[in-house]
């Protein structure tokens, strides 16, 4: 005879047996007025996120992560326990969050404008990521197990042959109109950058790169171990 319950059913048992129990599920199937996917593979997911000013979600969960503020943000969290807390971020920071289940209400003036990088793998990588590169500067923003993100200043004269790879994932997230050509896996050349614009570079994939301005580019980079 089985005796063991289905999954569907302790659920049922517990949601029933708990008044009040917030079964969160994930934020872009619960809230997908304000996350959106930009891209997503087995090892990571992007996310677009943007609330208006008062705009409040639903409770939703995040695996391990690093938001991109590409604004000014205030915001107040609160967790399944009744408890909230109050973040401000500056436009252009990034912050390392651990796994997690919130409702987010953005409690500023100005809409929360943000880039999420989700880490899906089971356990974090080994690759060494860089903290220094040629042509380049280099300003860590946030760091975790699983990765880290960077404000790069690309200089005039940076570039990438063709046949470039690295050992890390890359998430690149432009800060404003840019000049600068990145050709992924052959792929005809992104030449044209708006604030906000992604591109995913994965490990081992040769691509191509260079300034194409007179000036320093400015870059995050959610490099991914």
């Known amino acids: ?10 659920v049922s048992a517990l949601v029933v047996a ?37 705009a409040t ?7 391990d992560s690093i938001a991109v503020f590409l604004a000014d943000a205030k915001t107040r969290f609160l967790t399944p326990d009744g408890k909230t807390q109050d973040i401000e971020a500056k436009a252009d920071s990034a912050t390392y969050s651990a796994a ?16 999420l990088v989700e880490f899906r793998s089971p356990k974090p990588g080994t690759a060494t990521l860089p ?8 300003k860590p923003l946030a760091d975790g197990p699983y990765g880290s993100a960077y404000l790069v200043t690309l200089g005039p004269k940076f570039s990438e042959p063709a046949g470039t790879t690295h050992d890390y994932d890359q998430v ?10 990145l050709s992924i896996a052959g792929k005809p050349a992104k030449t044209t ?27 995050i980079i959610v490099a991914i171990k």
């Open 1 to 10: 005879m089985k005796t063991g319950l289905s999954v569907a059913v302790v």
């Open 18 to 54: 708990t008044p009040g129990l917030v079964i969160a599920q994930d934020a872009v199937k619960t809230d997908p007025a304000h996350y959106k996917v930009i891209f997503e593979n087995p090892s990571v997911r992007v996310l677009r996120i943007h609330y208006a000013p008062g």
């Open 57 to 63: 979600s639903k409770m939703h969960q995040h695996p």
């Open 100 to 115: 997690t289940t919130h409702n987010p209400t953005n409690t500023g003036t100005s809409a929360v404008d943000a880039i």
């Open 131 to 138: 903290t220094e590169r040629p042509n380049t500067e280099i």
């Open 172 to 181: 690149v997230i432009a800060l404003g109109p840019i000049d600068t050509s």
């Open 193 to 219: 950058w708006t604030r906000g614009d992604v591109s995913f570079i994965g490990r081992g994939v040769a691509h191509e790169s260079k300034v194409t301005g007179a000036k320093g580019q400015n870059v």
